[in-house]
Each structure stands twice: as structure tokens, then as C-alpha cells.
T-cell receptor
Framework: AQKVTQAQTEISVVEKEDVTLDCVYETRDTTYYLFWYKQPPSGELVFLIRRNSFDEQNEISGRYSWNFQKSTSSFNFTITASQVVDSAVYFCALMWVSGTYKYIFGTGTRLKVLA | SAVISQKPSRDICQRGTSLTIQCQVDSQVTMMFWYRQQPGQSLTLIATANQGSEATYESGFVIDKFPISRPNLTFSTLTVSNMSPEDSSIYLC?????????????FGPGTRLTVL
């Protein structure tokens, strides 16, 4: 069965600390996509990154970086030098094709960055 | 990415009534989705709404409770019927625009529904 696990329910860090949000997934498919979304207190979900199952390259975008490892079925997200504006709930998601596109979201990790 | 709007942004409704939520996109998209996010929880897909065909509902969701319309490539509605307090949630629509990548979803701002 397809599954996304975000074991960290809530993380608190002090501003400028680095923080890593974990995401572990399960899937039988060889072709799939992984995503991270940010949901700030305003509630709107913001797309951060997409990675397909054939591309294990790590990605860096400013203070954000992602580490995709198929060997451990993980797609972890690191924020470097965290800021108060990073405070949000972060969701990891898995997509696969089964007749149509199928998506499943993890339970989310609430990140609190303290000034 | 597409610009997505939802109406209403929030509502408070009485038990037993129905509410129709509208989702408007600024460009034509094939795939639109409706999600529910209960307080403090993750997102659960209700159904996929493709223009010109019946919506495809996920396990646990039925058309009688959540009828969906998709009259064209920029608009969809979700109705929450015969509401009960358990229906209090945020309802989100999302789209997967072809001009970016059809597998990436972009979300509307959500509709916060409270049922008394």
C-alpha cells in the first residue's frame, strides 16, 4: 500500500538554527513523484518541490535543500538558518498513477521558529 | 502556476443544510481535485473532477454527500450536503496545470466550513 510517514509531529527551533524535516514513503510503483508543500498560518498550501522517482539528485534552493534517497525511501527537507517566517506546517506527498493520478499526503510536521 | 480562487472563503452553517463551494482557475486545466482537511489534520482527497466526465470519488466519499460539477475547464463546484458538525473542515480545490507539469498540484486558498 502507498503510505507517507512524517514521524515528527512538531519541531521547535531557535532562529538561525538548521532543521531537517523527515519524510519516509512506501510504494509498490517504480514510477512515482514526491512533493513538499508548506502551509503557513494563513492556510494556503504552497508548492515547494517535486521530485520523480528516477531523479535522485539532491536539490538546493536558497536556504532550502532536499535529500532524496531511494535506498531508504526517504525524501528529507532541510532548512538552513531558519527564520520566523519559516514557521508553518510542512506536508510531504506521494503521487502515482493508477488509471488516474493518485495522491497521498503525510500527516505534516509543524515547525515553530522562535525569535 | 495557476491562480486559484475559492468562494466562500469561510462559512458557518446549520446542521442539515447544504453549502456549495466554488473553485475558479485563471487558465484552462484538465485535472481538478477536491480535498478535505479536518482541524489539525492532513489532507484527504475527496474526488477528482475532470471536465466532460463524472467525478471519481475516493473511498469513503460518495456523490450523494459531495456532489461535484465541472462545467468547463476553469470552474468546478463541490456541494457538502445535509451537513453535520463532523463536516466542519477546510475544503480545498487544487489543479494540475498542463503547462507546468500535470503531476504537480497547486492549491486554492481553501474554504473554512463550520457546522453548528
Amino acid at each position: 500500500a502507498q503510505k507517507v510517514t512524517q514521524a515528527q509531529t512538531e519541531i521547535s527551533v531557535v532562529e538561525k538554527e538548521d532543521v531537517t524535516l523527515d519524510c519516509v514513503y512506501e510504494t509498490r510503483d517504480t514510477t512515482y513523484y514526491l512533493f513538499w508543500y508548506k502551509q503557513p498560518p494563513s492556510g494556503e498550501l504552497v508548492f515547494l518541490i517535486r521530485r520523480n522517482s528516477f531523479d535522485e539528485q539532491n536539490e538546493i534552493s536558497g536556504r532550502y535543500s532536499w535529500n532524496f534517497q531511494k535506498s531508504t525511501s526517504s525524501f528529507n527537507f532541510t532548512i538552513t538558518a531558519s527564520q520566523v517566517v519559516d514557521s508553518a506546517v510542512y506536508f510531504c506527498a506521494l503521487m502515482w498513477v493508477s488509471g488516474t493520478y493518485k495522491y497521498i499526503f503525510g500527516t505534516g510536521t509543524r515547525l515553530k521558529v522562535l525569535a | 502556476s495557476a491562480v486559484i480562487s475559492q468562494k466562500p472563503s469561510r462559512d458557518i452553517c446549520q446542521r442539515g443544510t447544504s453549502l456549495t463551494i466554488q473553485c475558479q482557475v485563471d487558465s484552462q486545466v484538465t485535472m481538478m481535485f477536491w480535498y478535505r482537511q479536518q482541524p489539525g489534520q492532513s489532507l484527504t482527497l475527496i474526488a477528482t473532477a475532470n471536465q466532460g466526465s463524472e467525478a471519481t470519488y475516493e473511498s469513503g466519499f460518495v456523490i450523494d454527500k459531495f456532489p461535484i460539477s465541472r462545467p468547463n475547464l476553469t470552474f468546478s463546484t463541490l456541494t457538502v450536503s445535509n451537513m453535520s458538525p463532523e463536516d466542519s473542515s477546510i475544503y480545498l480545490c487544487s489543479v494540475a496545470p498542463q503547462e507546468t507539469s500535470t503531476d504537480t498540484q497547486y492549491f486554492g486558498p481553501g474554504t473554512r466550513l463550520t457546522v453548528l
